[in-house]
């Protein structure tokens, strides 16, 4: 019954802002690390964003830094992406993962799409 739904995916123009949101279900989500990534058509996935369990510590891929802002709330077993100066080169689905090194265990939310275009 693990589950990683992520949402707010869609169409914006290029400079606009979108908001993702990944609901978390079936697993101890405030014990697990999360992260986005995106895959483009013809790309492999690559690492946006990620966030440690407590949410106190961030990092982003150099292509988004300045403009992404990753967060969660434990208490809402939700993590977010807010995206700003959103380029075309941002269109891609983006996904939601979960991992706990000490389990081993990791999961995978099934993706939103976001394109980016004028």
């Known amino acids: 019954q693990v589950q990683l739904v992520e949402s707010g995916g869609g169409l914006v123009q290029p400079g606009g802002s979108l908001r993702l949101s990944c609901a978390a279900s079936g697993f101890p989500f405030s014990t697990y690390a999360m992260s986005w990534y995106r895959q483009a058509p013809g790309k492999e996935r690559e690492l946006v964003a990620d966030i440690n369990s407590p949410g106190g510590s961030t990092n982003y891929a150099d292509s988004v830094k300045g403009r992404f802002t990753i967060s969660r709330s434990n208490l809402k077993n939700t993590m977010y992406l807010q995206m700003s100066a959103l380029k075309p080169e941002d269109t891609a689905v983006y996904y939601c993962?979960?991992?706990?090194?000490?389990?081993?265990?990791?999961?995978w939310g099934q993706g939103t799409q976001v394109t980016v275009s004028s």
């Open positions: 993962h979960a991992v706990s090194v000490l389990l081993g265990r990791d999961y």
